[in-house]
């Protein structure tokens, strides 16, 4: 029987892309989302893509705990990959209990449901972020967590904290089977990304930021349509190269293969630990201007932008030592930072056209 993967947040940037990737790799996928982010354009795009207009999707909200039930319980689901959460820091500095209740609130409701569903696989969607103003570079999964520096990131760190807890308890019950999801076993899976920027090659699907981005490449590229006057890079003045920051951009294509990567890890009984982290990224720093000039020369235009003071709360340098999900997961990204931004272009001038 085909496996079934509850996509939470699965209409979003990332979640759609996840859902391409996991029907393509030949699972049932069930889409939960309350919308609260995004519109139906990316589901629309998802059915397109994957020629399969049968996909269900539920609109509900999970920090409805009685949702949540309903949906275990309507479906027999043998994997969850996390998404549904806020994700704007600057925003979750201004309400932090916003943040804290939607985040925490969402992820302990899986996870209740998984365990009074007789357990599940859990992927939960961290970042990078959990990794503060670190001093080790590249990061590794074993590099401390440094406090976070927004209440974004702190949901992020806590959830992971969670999860860790639960699939330890859960264990102690229940011996681990292999691949077993309904012994009343919890195993746990963290991804850690670094920056997922692009969008997916048909320009079907992408990121869709309401009101003014927060994100580079989202407005690098509103301003390369002209929606955005000028694009301000922020501080060029850090001890790097070039002096501006240093990310690990990655392929949102490549990032959602990761998260098909660890659902079968999962699913296959092929864990090592009952809760592991991984890290997602490139290995690979990139410069806020090598990228601008990146955008620049494969999409063949000029981008009006100027530099302006650091950001409050940015970190100079964070990019990923992947070694780790390059082995275990047998999973690299792939596309170059090139392809990316094309699709990233392709993407833009795809909304400009159909809305
Ligand atoms: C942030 C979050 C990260 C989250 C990611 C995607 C932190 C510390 N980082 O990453 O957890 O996963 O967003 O939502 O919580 N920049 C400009 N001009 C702009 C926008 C950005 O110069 O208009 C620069 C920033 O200073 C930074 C780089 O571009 O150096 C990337 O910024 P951004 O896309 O916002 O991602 P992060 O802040 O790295």
């Known amino acids: 029987m085909k ?9 979003g940037y990332i979640g759609s892309h996840v859902t391409v990737e ?25 059915k397109k893509i994957t020629g399969k207009d049968d996909i269900p999707f539920e609109c509900i909200d999970c920090c409805d705990d009685a949702a949540v039930q309903k949906l275990f319980s309507d479906y027999r689901i043998d994997a ?8 704007a820091v600057g925003e979750s500095v201004a309400e932090p209990v916003k943040y804290y209740r939607n985040n925490l609130d969402s992820f302990l409701n899986i996870l209740e449901a998984s365990k009074t569903h007789g357990g599940c696989n859990v992927l939960f969607s961290s970042s990078a972020t959990v990794y503060g103003e670190t001093d080790e ?26 999860l860790r807890d639960v699939v330890k308890a859960s264990a102690v019950y229940e011996p681990m089977e292999q691949g077993a999801s309904r012994n009343g076993q919890i195993k746990g899976i963290a991804l850690r990304y670094f920056n997922p920027i692009g969008a997916h090659p048909s320009a079907l699907i992408g990121e869709l930021p309401r009101g003014v981005p927060n994100n580079l490449v989202p407005f690098i590229t509103q301003t390369a349509i002209g929606k955005r006057e000028c694009l301000s890079i922020f501080g060029n003045d850090y001890p790097t190269p070039d002096g501006t920051c240093l990310r690990d951009y990655i392929d949102v294509v490549d990032l959602a293969k990761a998260h098909v990567a660890a659902v079968a890890r999962m699913l296959d009984g092929k864990m090592k630990e009952s809760y592991e982290i991984f890290n997602i990224g490139t290995g690979r720093p990139v410069s806020v201007s090598e990228l601008v000039t990146a955008f620049e020369k494969v999409n063949g235009l000029k981008l009006n ?7 409050p709360g940015d970190v100079m340098a964070i990019w990923a030592d992947p070694s780790l999900a ?19 272009w392709a993407w833009e001038k795809h909304l400009a056209e159909n809305r």
């Open 3 to 11: 496996k079934r993967v509850l996509v939470s947040g699965g209409a």
């Open 22 to 46: 996991l029907v393509n790799a030949g699972y049932d996928v069930l889409v939960a989302d309350n919308m609260s982010n995004c519109d139906m354009t990316c589901f629309e795009g998802v």
């Open 80 to 87: 969850v990959i996390h998404f549904a959460a806020y994700k």
């Open 137 to 162: 570079l590249p990061v590794t999964e074993n590099s401390p967590r440094k406090p976070a520096t927004s209440p974004y990131g702190n949901t992020k760190q806590i959830c992971e904290d969670i």
């Open 305 to 311: 932008y100027k530099y302006t003071p650091r950001r």
């Open 326 to 344: 390059n082995e275990e997961l047998g999973w690299t990204a792939e596309r170059t930072v090139e392809e990316t931004l094309a699709s990233a």
